[in-house]
């Protein structure tokens, strides 16, 4: 069990590390000279289906565990009581088929699954009743049963995460704040940065953006955060704003930089990385009559650029994807906007075309 005393990251670094994070500083800003591209590419992403879901979920950030692909928790139906799940999913990829796994002690919606000192840990969410929630629950072993590991230093959900080395990253996400406009509590958006490490959480620099419903992904030692969701009210009214910004945080330097934007908005999109290079799936409009996107990128980290891949078959948003030697595996989400047409959907995206 760790503290959650938040304690101010020491960022003076050790000599030994120094021309690494100068070599780093100087890579990002001849990068950040390189536009995006926006042409299709030329190669033949494949897309092919694999077992359905169990269960239709949406909100989902599933992972790798003990060479199994997990789901845990998401969100369900609007229509449907409860509208999130405590139900866990177990993928194995040798006999393509689904079993039950561990459930969680209560039903979440977008708990965050990362893995972290052979634990799975899943970080986060949103509760039907209780809103975003403090707890980080821990597995074990697909066999075991969810123990209550630590809190959050703020009740999260949407927000992005990521396990590097010794270190877990929280950052950003929707936290529970009374609004200065009509004194009525509200889910504002998070820029805040926390690094559990040591038995105690650290408070980081803050991500230059505040945003939920981003994407994340662990690339190099670095954790990329994509996209997203911002709220902003105007006259008292809520309106809501996607994003293109792309930013990394380095866990050596304590810093943060920005990368290349992606060529248009994205929310609630998945990513995950794959032969070396970051693909971006999906997402949620926000203007009426809010589109559901198919749309697929890729950013190559050595050039710093984006460009078009070939879209999914089906729109879906709020789905999770994982990387497996096969390709990407995409699951669940919703094919129309916010829980519409939640889905069983699993295929697997191959970027050549194998």
Same mark, same amino acid.
């Given at each position: 069990?760790?503290?959650?005393?938040?304690?101010?990251?020491?960022?003076?670094?050790?000599?030994?590390?120094?021309?690494?994070?100068?070599?780093?500083?100087?890579?990002?800003?001849?990068?950040?000279?390189?536009?995006?591209?926006?042409?299709?590419?030329?190669?033949?992403?494949?897309?092919?289906?694999?077992?359905?879901?169990?269960?239709?979920?949406?909100?989902?950030?599933?992972?790798?565990?003990?060479?199994?692909?997990?789901?845990?928790?998401?969100?369900?139906?609007?229509?449907?009581?409860?509208?999130?799940?405590?139900?866990?999913?177990?993928?194995?990829?040798?006999?393509?088929?689904?079993?039950?796994?561990?459930?969680?002690?209560?039903?979440?919606?977008?708990?965050?699954?990362?893995?972290?000192?052979?634990?799975?840990?899943?970080?986060?969410?949103?509760?039907?009743?209780?809103?975003?929630?403090?707890?980080?629950?821990?597995? #074990?072993?697909? +066999?075991? !049963? @969810?123990? $209550?590991?630590?809190? &959050? /230093?703020?009740?999260? *959900?949407?927000? %992005? =995460?990521?396990?590097?080395?010794?270190?877990?990253?929280?950052?950003?996400?929707?936290?529970?704040?009374?609004?200065?406009?009509?004194?009525?509590?509200?889910?504002?958006?998070?820029?805040?940065?926390?690094?559990?490490?040591?038995?105690?959480?650290?408070?980081?620099?803050?991500?230059?953006?505040?945003?939920?419903?981003?994407?994340?992904?662990?690339?190099?030692?670095?954790?990329?955060?994509?996209?997203?969701?911002?709220?902003?009210?105007?006259?008292?009214?809520?309106?809501?704003?996607?994003?293109?910004?792309?930013?990394?945080? #380095?866990?050596? +330097?304590? !810093? @943060?930089? $920005?990368?290349?934007? &992606? /060529?248009?908005?994205? *929310?609630?999109? %998945? =990513?995950?990385?794959?032969?070396?290079?970051?693909?971006?799936?999906?997402?949620?409009?926000?203007?009426?009559?809010?589109?559901?996107?198919?749309?697929?990128?890729?950013?190559?980290?050595?050039?710093?650029?984006?460009?078009?891949?070939?879209?999914?078959?089906?729109?879906?948003?709020?789905?999770?994807?994982?990387?497996?030697?096969?390709?990407?595996?995409?699951?669940?989400?919703?094919?129309?906007?916010?829980?519409?047409?939640?889905?069983?959907?699993?295929?697997?995206?191959?970027?050549?075309?194998?």
């Amino acid at each position: 069990m760790g503290g959650v005393i938040v304690r101010e990251v020491n960022e003076n670094a050790a000599e030994s590390r120094l021309m690494r994070r100068r070599e780093f500083v100087g890579a990002m800003t001849m990068l950040a000279l390189c536009p995006w591209v926006s042409a299709r590419a030329e190669r033949k992403g494949l897309y092919r289906l694999r077992a359905p879901l169990t269960q239709p979920l949406q909100g989902i950030y599933p992972a790798l565990f003990e060479g199994e692909l997990i789901v845990c928790g998401g969100g369900v139906s609007l229509e449907l009581q409860p509208a999130s799940s405590n139900h866990s999913y177990i993928y194995s990829l040798r006999e393509d088929s689904w079993r039950v796994g561990p459930a969680l002690p209560s039903a979440l919606s977008r708990p965050y699954l990362v893995n972290y000192q052979q634990k799975l840990l899943a970080i986060g969410g949103y509760h039907e009743t209780e809103g975003s929630v403090r707890q980080v629950l821990s597995l #074990d072993s697909l +066999s075991a !049963r @969810w123990q $209550r590991y630590l809190e &959050l /230093p703020e009740a999260r *959900a949407a927000f %992005a =995460a990521a396990a590097i080395d010794s270190r877990l990253i929280i950052s950003g996400g929707r936290k529970l704040m009374v609004s200065n406009v009509d004194l009525l509590p509200r889910y504002v958006n998070a820029a805040e940065t926390f690094v559990y490490y040591a038995g105690y959480w650290h408070a980081a620099r803050p991500m230059p953006t505040p945003r939920s419903h981003c994407a994340t992904v662990v690339l190099e030692g670095r954790m990329h955060v994509i996209g997203g969701r911002q709220q902003v009210f105007l006259k008292g009214e809520e309106r809501l704003r996607n994003l293109v910004d792309h930013e990394v945080y #380095d866990p050596e +330097s304590g !810093r @943060w930089y $920005r990368l290349a934007p &992606l /060529p248009q908005t994205h *929310a609630d999109c %998945a =990513a995950a990385v794959y032969g070396g290079m970051i693909y971006l799936f999906g997402g949620e409009g926000v203007i009426a009559p809010r589109r559901v996107s198919k749309e697929v990128w890729q950013y190559d980290p050595s050039l710093n650029r984006w460009q078009s891949m070939p879209p999914m078959p089906v729109p879906r948003h709020a789905l999770g994807a994982v990387s497996m030697v096969d390709g990407i595996h995409l699951v669940g989400g919703s094919e129309k906007a916010g829980s519409a047409k939640v889905s069983t959907r699993h295929s697997v995206y191959h970027p050549e075309g194998k």
